[in-house]
């Protein structure tokens, strides 16, 4: 968010814009940059127009210069978790790591950690700059491992957690991909039949003078928009979806609206999918956490960075707030309304029986059961709505040519 303050200095009113996460935060960074000025005003206003060319910049960077594949990533978590449980120590294992790296880019990082970890820092410190390539939960696990003083198991641990994650989202990919493809060649099927065929049909309306259905019409104006701006709606589709994905990566207010919109009950399986996803991640870190003997507060606030929906983030970041204020556990999470009865039963008898983390294991399993049934049976969820797709396209196909040409007798009739 940015923020346009308003601050008094040595007699003069100036106006400082500022990106912060709230206004107390933008305050705060003026006032450290500005010590001797006195704040008068504070606003929220737009992004800068040179820092939205500048995150569009920064944004196509990233795309060119390559991300960090998963896989690579793992593979380089175990290899420390290995070394590091071998007894060698970190610094010479990061060095290790970064020579053995093909990515150019986890080569960098890993000499750059290696530095700082000789220039007397500590992991989770030197990882800092990098919590976008490595993500919520690395930086969660390193500072588990410092804390517990295990650090190999926590980074064993790690690559599991992440080695699971990855494995779910191939199986989601795959199972979408047959009918993304279906679909798609639908697509492009319509596409050529309304440039190719529907232009002869138009010639033969024309001639006849005939009074055209309502489907013959739609198809006309298609054929019409793709024939004269099909290049610019081409451009156009692109854009809408670049500047989509942009605002939601930048814009917190746009994110939160599309995450409340994505878990709302009308989007058709999606909505589970993000829910139950988004759940395991969290009580599979909280769990893990609880049981590596870190307190429940500091558990609550590392296992929910695990999740990226905005809207159920912001639903469990109140059971750390709940419990300060004297509430259970179990309490705290019904006051979310995310568990299930059954789920908070098993979490109370945790609670009273102090197995708190065996029974969250079995709340990540139920919610991963849950999450890898809607991915093996995807196809068939999905089917419904592809045959509805596809059943449109030909109806459109079917009634827009064929209609006018039941009627071509009384429009030869009426023909000069």
Do not use: C
Not at 11 to 21: I, L
Request: no cysteine; hydrophobic share 45%; aromatic share 10%.
């Amino acid at each position: 968010m940015y923020f346009k303050v308003t601050i008094l200095e040595r007699g003069k009113k100036s106006d400082v814009t500022v990106e912060a996460p709230n206004k107390r935060a933008a305050v705060a960074k003026v006032r450290r940059e500005h010590p001797r000025s006195v704040v008068v005003q504070t606003k929220e206003v737009a992004a800068p127009v040179e820092e939205i060319f500048k995150k569009i910049a920064k944004d196509l960077s990233r795309h060119t210069t390559g991300r960090i594949k998963e896989d690579e990533k793992i593979a380089t978590i175990r290899q420390i978790a290995v070394m590091t449980d071998a007894g060698i120590p970190i610094h010479d294992t990061l060095e290790d790591v970064a020579a053995n790296t093909a990515n150019r880019k986890l080569r960098e990082i890993y000499h750059n950690l290696a530095n700082d970890i000789n220039a007397g820092k500590s992991m989770s410190q030197s990882l800092k700059p990098y919590a976008d390539d490595f993500g919520h939960i690395v930086m969660a696990m390193t500072d588990l491992g410092e804390k517990t003083g295990n650090f190999p198991e926590a980074y064993h641990k790690l690559a599991d957690i992440l080695e699971n994650i990855r494995d779910n989202k191939a199986k989601f990919k795959k199972a979408l991909r047959y009918p993304l493809i279906t679909l798609t060649a639908m697509a492009i099927a319509f596409v050529i039949l309304i440039m190719m065929v529907v232009p002869k049909f138009r010639a033969i309306f024309a001639e006849f003078h005939a009074e055209l259905p309502l489907p013959t019409k739609i198809l006309l104006s298609i054929e019409y928009a793709f024939s004269h701006y099909g290049l610019y709606l081409l451009i156009g589709l692109i854009a809408t979806i670049y500047a989509i994905v942009f605002a939601y990566r930048n814009n917190k207010k746009f994110k939160y609206m599309m995450d409340k919109l994505m878990v709302h009950p009308r989007f058709y399986l999606i909505n589970r999918v993000i829910f139950l996803s988004s759940m395991y991640n969290y009580t599979l870190v909280f769990g893990e956490l609880v049981r590596a003997g870190i307190p429940v507060s500091e558990a609550l606030d590392n296992a929910v960075k695990m999740v990226d929906n905005d809207y159920i983030r912001e639903k469990l970041e109140t059971v750390n707030a709940n419990i300060s204020r004297g509430m259970s556990l179990t309490e705290a999470f019904e006051q979310t309304g995310l568990f299930e009865n059954m789920l908070l039963q098993m979490i109370k008898a945790g609670e009273a029986s102090g197995q708190l983390d065996k029974m969250l294991k079995k709340v990540s399993d139920y919610y991963n059961m849950r999450f890898q049934d809607i991915i093996d049976n995807l196809s068939s969820y999905i089917e419904p709505i592809m045959l509805f797709f596809i059943a449109g396209l030909v109806l459109l196909m079917a009634l827009g040519i064929f209609l006018p040409m039941w009627d071509l007798g009384h429009a030869v009739k009426n023909a000069p």
